[in-house]
């Protein structure tokens, strides 16, 4: 059973424009949260995190915003560059020391 | 700057053979991963650490095992390569809490 959702394989979004990236979630014990950005042939790099007490974190262009009622949340990219284009992880974990748990992920390009 | 080395980017296998993948990490986190990354699956766990000579299974366990004998080194264990284990391996280390960090991962091809 999936407890890390990304439902949409891809996304497509002009150069300038925003960039919103969606991930549900099944396990209310989940309370870390984190995106992970991965370019082809390279290992997955930390973008942004959030914990359950939040319901926003900000980091430049990108901006998490967490909605617990709704086991959701997405990441904001504003403005999206050409860069940008890449596969976006979410990922969570439960409290103490444990794995986190990934989506299948959702591919992003960019187009200038 | 957190390093996690893998010790191959590329490798290329037959079937049946026993396969060692390294991973190295210059930051000592007491947790260790591997994971492998399918398209269209996104990345499951394999087996995990806490610490040396401990090893947890992870969500697809079967037809790999790992080696954890230094607290910065992680191995993954092909014990006999198929097909079907042809996928790009990606380990990844962390403290007790916060974000993991990954290696450059490996694409394994058994043939």
């Known amino acids: 059973d999936q407890q890390v959702k990304q439902n949409s394989p891809s996304l497509s979004v002009q150069e300038g424009r925003i960039s919103i990236l969606n991930c549900d979630y099944t396990?209310?014990?989940?309370?870390?949260f984190l995106w992970y950005k991965k370019y082809p042939a390279e290992g997955p790099t930390f973008l942004i995190s959030?914990?359950?007490?939040?319901d926003k974190n900000e980091d430049g262009r990108f901006t998490v915003f967490l909605n617990k009622s709704a086991k959701h949340l997405s990441l904001h990219i504003v403005p999206s560059q050409p860069g940008d284009s890449a596969v976006y992880f979410c990922?969570?974990?439960?409290?103490?020391?444990?794995?986190?748990?990934f989506g299948k992920g959702t591919r992003l390009s960019v187009i200038a | 700057d957190v390093k996690v080395t893998q010790s191959s980017r590329y490798l290329v296998k037959r079937t049946g053979e026993k396969v060692f993948l390294e991973c190295v990490q210059d930051?000592?986190?007491?947790?260790m991963f591997w994971y492998r990354q399918d398209p269209g699956l996104g990345l499951r766990l394999i087996y995990f650490?806490?610490?040396?000579?401990?090893?947890e299974k992870g969500d697809i366990p079967e037809g790999y095992s790992v080696s954890r004998e230094k607290k910065e080194r992680f191995s993954l264990i092909l014990e006999s390569a198929s097909t079907n284990q042809t996928s790009m391996y990606l380990c990844?280390?962390?403290?007790?809490?916060?974000?993991?960090?990954f290696g450059q991962g490996t694409r394994l091809t058994v043939v």
């Open positions: 990922a969570a974990r439960t409290s103490g020391n444990t794995p986190l748990v």
């Open positions: 396990n209310s014990m989940f309370d870390y």
């Open positions: 990844a280390s962390r403290w007790t809490a916060g974000e993991a960090f």
């Open positions: 959030i914990s359950s007490i939040k």
């Open positions: 930051m000592d986190h007491e947790n």
């Open positions: 650490s806490y610490d040396v000579k401990m090893k």
